[in-house]
T-cell receptor
């Protein structure tokens, strides 16, 4: 069974640009969550999607957005990139929310560098 | 607000030594979940264990063991007879009940096992 896949794995962008990251959950998983990992702030929750609906959102500015498609694949978008957005963006999938017994499986991440 | 503290930023030991990683948490919830994840250099977070707030039994899995003490709000992780392959960053995390998939992570402990 394939794990969580994230594309691209590495990305270099310039300040002011926008970027879209993609996450394909494990087959059969319908819940997707996104996290940002930086040396300074550590791992921080961005948002969670289930059945194409955002169920939960972390404390990030509106430049960070996401969506989920009917096949459970998810994308996150960051507009007007800032140097501080340089980070490892991790996606996690689980069978469903509503039961925390569903473990979250993480993908390898997308490393975004903003210059 | 929920908070997880891993006071040990870095630990370095010689192979075959036992090592304990500390985790202290804060939450107002009476029902919550605690996790440990391992992050090897590849970047992917690997799930190690989940414990709910009503289950204070210690758990052992091979060389790994976990000590959950509600009275001190601690969920410590011990590796017995450490091996070089155990070298990684280890994260403790907390999640509220009620179906939220939002994980609050500690800052992580970088564990280096020297041959």
């Amino acid at each position: 069974k394939a794990g969580v896949t994230q594309t691209p794995r590495y990305l270099i962008k310039t300040r002011g640009q926008q970027v879209t990251l993609s996450c394909s959950p494990i087959s059969g998983h319908r819940s997707v969550s996104w996290y940002q990992q930086t040396p300074g702030q550590g791992l921080q929750f961005l948002f969670e999607y289930f059945s194409e609906t955002q169920r939960n959102k972390g404390n990030f500015p509106g430049r960070f957005s996401g969506r989920q498609f009917s096949n459970s694949r998810s994308e996150m978008n960051v507009s007007t990139l800032e140097l501080g957005d340089s980070a490892l963006y991790l996606c996690a999938s689980s069978l469903a929310p509503g039961g925390i017994s569903y473990e979250q499986y993480f993908g390898p991440g997308t490393r975004l560098t903003v210059t | 607000a929920q908070k997880v503290t891993q006071a040990q930023t870095e630990i370095s030991v010689v192979e075959k030594e036992d090592v304990t990683l500390d985790c202290v948490y804060e939450t107002r919830d009476t029902t919550y979940y605690l996790f440990w994840y391992k992050q090897p250099p590849s970047g992917e977070l690997v799930f190690l264990i989940r414990r709910n707030s009503f289950d204070e039994q210690n758990e052992i899995s091979g060389r790994y063991s976990w000590n959950f003490q509600k009275s001190t709000s601690s969920f410590n992780f011990t590796i017995t007879a450490s091996q070089v392959v155990d070298s990684a960053v280890y994260f403790c995390a907390l999640s509220e009940a009620g179906g939220a998939q939002k994980l609050v992570f500690g800052q992580g402990t970088r564990l280096t096992i020297n041959p």
